[in-house]
C-alpha cells in the first residue's frame, strides 16, 4: 500500500498483521510498561516496521522513542512518520538531506462516528465531503489528511495545530492539499499529499523535499 503513495528516496515497511518476534529496546519498553495489550501490540509492530524501513536507509536499529507531545525521535539525519490502526502499522522514512518531513497516516476506510465531521470540518470542507460522490468514505479521509498534516507540520514547528487551522482539499483523483491558515512566518504555509483506499483502508500521505 505505501509503496503507491511515496517514491524513493522515502523507505516504506507496512504488515497488515502483529508478528510474533520483534523485540523492543529496554527504553521503548519502558515507555509501554503499563500499557494495555493493544497498546503494545501496535507500539511494537510499527517499531519493528520503522527499523526494517531504516535499515532501507542504511541506519542501524535503534530505539524510537516519543519525544515532544508524542511525535517520534528519530535517529540523526532521519525524518520519518508512523501510523497504526485497526488492520494495519506502518511506517515511512528517509534521510534528511533528501526529505523535510513525512505525514502518513492510516484509518479504517469507514465513515466517522456521528457529529465528528462537524468537529474537525471547516464548513467549506464538510460542504465538499458532503457533496462528493459515493464510493469514499470522505469525512474519514478528510480526517485522515488533516491527522497526516500535524504529523507532517509538528516535527517542523513544535506547535499544536487545530483540526481548524488547515483547510484540506481532496482531489478524487488521490491526491489533496492542505492550505494551513494560522502558518507565522518561517512555517509551512501548506502541504500537498496523496491519498489511498484500498482493502477496507485509507491511507493518507505527505513527503516534502528538502
Ligand atoms: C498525534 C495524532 C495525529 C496521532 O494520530 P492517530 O490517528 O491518533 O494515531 P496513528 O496511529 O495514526 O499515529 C500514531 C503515531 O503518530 C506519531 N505521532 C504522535 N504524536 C505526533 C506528533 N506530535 N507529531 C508527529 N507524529 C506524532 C507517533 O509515531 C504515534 O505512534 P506511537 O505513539 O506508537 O509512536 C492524533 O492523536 C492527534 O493528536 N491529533 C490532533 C492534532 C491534529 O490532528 N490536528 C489536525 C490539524 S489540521
Do not use: N, Q
Not at 479521509?141 to 497526516?148: P, R, Y
Not at 507532517?152 to 491558515?181: C, I, K, N, Q, Y
Amino acid at each position: 500500500m505505501l509503496a503507491a503513495l511515496f517514491a524513493a528516496p522515502v523507505v516504506t515497511a507496512e504488515t497488515r498483521t502483529d508478528p510474533p518476534g520483534p523485540a523492543l529496546f529496554p527504553a521503548e519498553e519502558a515507555v509501554i510498561a503499563r500499557s494495555v495489550d493493544k497498546r503494545r501490540r501496535e507500539f511494537t509492530t510499527v517499531r519493528h516496521c520503522a527499523r526494517t524501513a531504516l535499515a532501507g536507509l542504511g541506519v542501524p536499529p535503534a530505539p524510537i522513542l516519543p519525544g515532544l507531545r508524542g511525535a517520534p525521535i528519530w535517529p540523526p539525519g532521519v525524518v520519518g512518520s508512523m501510523t497504526h490502526c485497526a488492520g494495519f502499522r506502518g511506517c515511512a522514512v528517509a534521510h534528511a538531506g533528501d526529505l523535510r518531513t513525512i505525514g502518513l497516516d492510516a484509518e479504517p476506510a469507514d465513515p466517522l462516528p456521528d457529529g465528528v465531521l462537524e468537529a474537525i470540518a471547516l464548513p467549506a470542507e464538510r460542504d465538499a465531503v458532503l457533496a462528493a460522490a459515493p464510493g469514499v468514505p470522505w469525512d474519514r479521509l478528510l480526517f485522515s489528511a488533516k491527522e497526516s498534516v500535524y504529523k507532517a507540520w509538528f516535527p517542523l514547528t513544535h506547535r499544536f495545530l487545530e483540526f481548524s487551522e488547515a483547510h484540506v482539499e481532496l482531489d478524487p483523483a488521490g491526491t489533496f492539499t492542505a492550505t494551513v491558515l494560522t502558518a507565522h512566518a518561517g512555517e509551512p504555509a501548506g502541504f500537498t499529499g496523496r491519498w489511498l483506499c484500498r482493502d477496507g483502508l485509507l491511507i493518507t500521505a505527505i513527503a516534502v523535499p528538502a
